[in-house]
């Protein structure tokens, strides 16, 4: 006799890998349209990667760089799962259901100290490539600045003109672009355009609510 069919399986469960990266990619735009720190973590993720495009960094940086930023993303995505899962099952007040959502915040906020603290020991320890590249630092915030303003204004929950939208999302991408000519590093560079595509279809997906 076959098992019965789980009562938290979907009607229409995913036929392919596609279509599960499709309900994934849903989950992490959902997760930036209704969580103001996952904005903010995705602002700051952004900053980074501008930092990592614009210094010569080894190796083992760029690799420490880039893992902290997923992780505190993948730990802010698990902290929102986790805090509808409890909604769901509690339907009223619970002191417990507070705490348990205040521990899984602070596991977030612990994550993102920590990355703070590596950022600043990165750049420490690389102090003489700081200091010795003014000029390219120069440039790079020249363009990482208005990348990383046009980021958090396509995230941004205020209503607008989807013209608007679409402005900001050409001129990010175009100033990414040109940062191509002149980066340190295409893994920080490909990064940003990653960060750019969610901004982007996170404004779109506001747009759509809207209509």
Same mark, same amino acid.
């Given at each position: 006799m076959p098992d019965a069919p789980s009562p938290f399986q979907s009607?229409?469960?995913?036929?392919?890998?596609?279509?599960?990266?499709g309900h994934a990619w849903n989950g992490l735009i959902?997760?930036?349209v209704h969580q103001r720190n996952m904005?903010?973590?995705?602002?700051?993720?952004?900053? $980074?990667? @501008? /930092?990592?495009? #614009?210094?010569?960094l080894g190796?083992?940086?760029?690799?420490?760089?880039?893992?902290?930023?997923?992780?505190v993303l993948f730990a802010e995505m698990l902290n929102s799962a986790l805090e509808q899962l409890v909604d769901l099952a509690i339907q009223q007040?619970?002191?417990k259901a507070k705490l348990t959502k205040d521990i899984a915040a602070a596991g977030v906020l612990v994550l993102a100290v920590g990355t703070v603290v590596i950022f600043a020991a990165v750049l420490v320890h690389n102090a003489e490539v700081v200091?010795?590249?003014?000029?390219?630092? $120069?440039? @790079? /915030?020249?363009? #990482?600045a208005p990348i990383t303003f046009l980021a958090g204004a396509l995230m941004h929950e205020a209503?607008?003109?989807?013209?608007?939208?679409?402005?900001?999302?050409?001129?990010?991408?175009?100033l990414w672009a040109a940062s191509l000519t002149f980066t340190q590093s295409e893994v920080f560079a490909a990064m940003t355009f990653g960060l750019l595509v969610v901004c982007a279809n996170t404004a779109l997906v506001r747009q759509r609510a809207r209509a």
């Open positions: 009607k229409h469960p995913p036929t392919s890998f596609v279509r599960s990266l959902h997760t930036v904005r903010m973590h995705l602002i700051a993720s952004v900053m $980074v990667a @501008q /930092v990592g495009s #614009g210094l010569k190796l083992a940086e760029k690799v420490t760089l880039i893992f902290c930023v997923v992780l007040f619970d002191e200091l010795t590249s003014g000029q390219a630092i $120069v440039r @790079q /915030v020249e363009v #990482g209503k607008r003109p989807r013209w608007l939208d679409v402005v900001m999302a050409v001129v990010a991408f175009g």
